[in-house]
């Protein structure tokens, strides 16, 4: 066997390709959460829009009570949502090329360890850390959109108090 192979072969069978690899593996890990979490945060947009339409629709018909007041806090709530659903899918996109940068770094220590040498072991690193760039940029987004998502609580909340405040009224002085 030759040298060159002797090399090689010791070095797909070390567990040194596999303890370097571990690392990224933990950040594909960490993406594969915030991708779940992410998704089901777009989803309660999607279901929350959905009752919204429900509640234009009765105002159109006429089976709502307050009906301008109604539809001026449904489009403050649907613009609300629509920022929500845009901020959700550039974290989505940030979340999934981190996870494909991850992926790349890892394989490309393992290899750098199997057939690179030390003049190319900062590849792996730049992408691995290009990968986290895109991490760090998914979470500014998600927190950014948290603070959409808390205002649309606080206009609810405002509206619910708006509507016990009128039906207070209609007890007090029944027409």
């Not at 993406?31 to 089901?40: K, Q």
């Not at 974290?91 to 999934?96: G, R």
């Not at 494909?100 to 003049?119: C, E, K, M, P, R």
């Not at 590849?123 to 760039?133: D, E, F, S």
Request: neutral net charge; proline residues 2%.
């Amino acid at each position: 066997m030759a040298i060159h192979e002797k090399e090689l072969l010791e070095a797909l069978t070390s567990s040194r390709i596999l303890t370097s690899m571990i690392t990224p593996a933990v950040l594909i890990s960490a993406c594969g959460t915030l991708i779940f979490s992410t998704s089901a945060r777009l989803g309660r947009i999607f279901d929350r829009v959905n009752v919204m339409k429900g509640e234009v629709e009765a105002i159109i018909t006429g089976e709502i009570s307050y009906p301008e007041e109604r539809m001026k806090h449904l489009r403050g709530q649907i613009d609300l949502q629509r920022r929500r659903a845009m901020l959700i899918q550039k974290a989505m996109v940030s979340l999934y090329t981190a996870t494909l940068l991850f992926v790349a770094s890892s394989l490309a220590i393992a290899v750098n360890v199997a057939y690179g040498g030390t003049d190319l072991a900062w590849v792996p690193t730049l992408i691995a850390l290009c990968g986290g760039l895109f991490l760090f940029i998914a979470s500014l987004l998600l927190l950014y959109e948290s603070r959409f998502n808390l205002r649309f609580v606080h206009r609810s909340i405002d509206f619910i108090e708006f509507l016990e405040i009128k039906a207070e009224e209609q007890r007090n002085f029944p027409s």
